[in-house]
């Protein structure tokens, strides 16, 4: 059984002024927007890191790390924003199978005018596979993999009509970089 200790901070980095008091809870103000930064500390105690039957099973400490950032400006009619998620992990005793996650996203939302909404969202994952999770037998190291995805969201008729039209498309590869 899994058992994690965990604290989220949200941590403002900016010095006191009347900006950052006028900015929204979480945030302080950065050029046009204004900037979402937070840390998680993470101690999980894992009896079954590589989730293997019970003559297999390994169990470890792990420390974890999760720093993040979101930038968000908003314009009327123009909202962007854009950020990093990261996971770093650290195995007390099973070292190989420390990793680094990472995720870089933005994005923008338009509206052209009261029936028409279009949205785009780009994501790059640089992200490990945890061990035991894929179909595939246990490996000496996790893993790792490369994906981009892009999201495109168009909208026409107004925000409650009843006919509205709604059409989405998205692309992605996941692209293994070990363990292929």
């Known amino acids: 059984m899994a058992k994690c200790l965990s604290l989220t901070v949200a941590a403002a980095l900016a ?12 945030s302080f103000k950065a050029g046009p927007g204004y900037v979402y930064p937070e840390i998680e500390f993470a101690v999980k105690r894992d009896d079954n890191i590589a989730m293997q039957p019970e003559v297999g099973r390994v169990a470890d400490t792990i420390i974890y790390v999760r720093p993040a950032f979101r930038v ?4 009327g009619v123009q909202n962007y924003d854009a950020g990093y998620r990261g996971e770093y992990a650290s195995y007390r005793n099973v070292t190989d199978y420390n990793y680094d996650d ?79």
């Open 15 to 26: 010095v006191a002024s009347p900006a950052v008091a006028q900015s929204p809870p979480g």
């Open 102 to 180: 990472h995720e870089v996203f933005a994005g923008g939302d338009w509206t052209l005018d009261a029936r028409h909404n279009f949205k785009l969202k780009g994501q790059y994952l640089d992200k490990i596979d945890p061990p035991g999770s894929t179909n595939q037998p246990l490996t000496p190291v996790p893993s790792e993999y490369h994906q981009p995805i892009l999201t495109g969201f168009y909208a026409y008729g107004a925000q409650d009509a009843a006919g509205k039209l709604e059409l989405q498309a998205s692309s992605y590869s996941k692209t293994y970089v070990n363990n292929r």
């Open 72 to 75: 968000e400006a908003r314009g």
